[in-house]
């Protein structure tokens, strides 16, 4: 099946501990993208990337980091840093940047607890 | 700056009514793409429809209607005899240009029997 695949579906997290989502795409897209959502508010950006082994830092890049080093995996972790890491994390790929819609995972809900 | 703005929280119908979610945009871009995503309660966002800034041509598909108003600057998303299954948070974005998307906060819709 085509589409985006991200696990766990479920995470929870040790303050101070360092973590990692996985995003995985199969639809050959060039661009990945990953946001955050706190209940009550829009999508934010944290990071993407438009080319394998290239990516940049969104509005909220602060305690996160990713790599591209697969065109169909772009790997979010979110480091203890992150002072307030709970949140809905959403994964998205979009065929190449500008102006294109984007498809959505089904999201990775992370507690810190 | 882009902004998007949905100043609706949260709209609750009855069944076969219909409802209206406004979105306003800012952009000093002279081209641009609105769109509007669906998010059900399983949280990953699917994508409804986008708009480039050249067509201000209204689509209809479906019960689903869009009304696009550069002059106001607004891209307003009208749902006719709403269903129960019409429930969700509906994001309003702006984006193109080689540019990332800039989502509103969302409206919840709750659709009740």
């Known amino acids: 099946d085509g589409g985006i695949t991200q696990s766990p579906k479920y995470l929870f997290r040790k303050e101070g501990q360092n973590v990692t989502l996985s995003c995985e795409q199969n639809?050959?897209?060039?661009?990945m993208y990953w946001y955050r959502q706190d209940p009550g508010q829009g999508l934010r950006l944290i990071y993407y990337?438009?080319?394998?082994?290239?990516?940049q830092k969104g509005d909220i890049a602060e305690g996160y980091s990713v790599s591209r080093e697969k065109k169909e995996s772009f790997p979010l972790t979110v480091t203890s840093a992150q002072k307030n890491p709970t949140a809905f994390y959403l994964c998205?790929?979009?065929?190449?940047?500008?102006?294109?819609?984007?498809?959505f995972g089904p999201g990775t809900r992370l507690t810190v607890l | 700056a882009r902004k998007v703005t949905q100043a609706q929280t949260e709209i609750s119908v009855v069944e076969k009514e219909d409802v209206t979610l406004d979105c306003v945009y800012e952009t000093r871009d002279t081209t641009y793409y609105l769109f509007w995503y669906k998010q059900p309660p399983s949280g990953e966002l699917v994508f409804l429809i986008r708009r480039n800034s050249f067509d201000e041509q209204n689509e209809i598909s479906g019960r689903y209607s869009w009304n696009f108003q550069k002059s106001t600057s607004s891209f307003n998303f009208t749902i006719t005899a709403s269903q129960v299954v019409d429930s969700a948070v509906y994001f309003c974005a702006l984006g193109g240009g080689g540019n990332k998307l800039t989502f509103g906060t969302g409206t919840q819709l709750k659709v009740e029997l």
């Open positions: 639809l050959n897209h060039d661009a």
């Open positions: 998205a790929t979009e065929r190449t940047t500008g102006g294109g819609e984007q498809f």
């Open positions: 990337s438009q080319i394998v082994n290239d990516f």
